[in-house]
């Protein structure tokens, strides 16, 4: 009888020690595979990461374009209008000029004609008088 319970006792021991054999393989497995699991959880998240701070510099670069061409066009249209603006008074001046002389050479046509009316009527007024007497 002692000799069977000491081979069922060394049975049972290597039964367990199969048990815990197989649990520690298991377990290692189990533990490879979440560890596997997790690097590829990590290096999706890494990748994702990657091509989110792409994208996000990639429309910073654009915007920043934008802005540099924005400011370029109002640059480029305030000395547009800064020059249309001179041209304009000047050619206003010019304008003016040219009308001042016209109203003067008017004016001047007009006096002489005025100056010879005004010798008319003083001859005829003369003469008026002259027969009078």
């Known amino acids: ?24 393989a298991d377990a290692r497995a189990a533990a490879d595979r979440t560890i596997q699991d997790s690097r590829s959880h990590s290096d999706r998240i890494i990748e994702d990461a990657r091509r989110e701070a792409e994208r996000i510099v990639a429309d910073a670069q654009q915007h920043a374009e934008q802005l540099v061409a924005e400011h370029v066009i109002t640059q480029r249209s305030q000395e547009f209008a800064e020059t249309t603006h001179q041209h304009a008074q000047a050619d206003a001046q010019e304008m003016r000029d040219q009308a001042d002389q016209y109203a003067l050479e008017v004016l001047e046509k007009t006096s002489t004609i005025l100056q010879k009316l005004l010798g008319g009527v003083e001859q005829g007024k003369n003469q008026i008088h002259q027969n009078r007497q």
């Open 1 to 24: 009888m002692v000799t069977g319970a000491h081979n069922e006792a060394h049975r049972l021991v290597s039964d367990a020690q199969g048990e815990a054999q197989r649990l520690v």
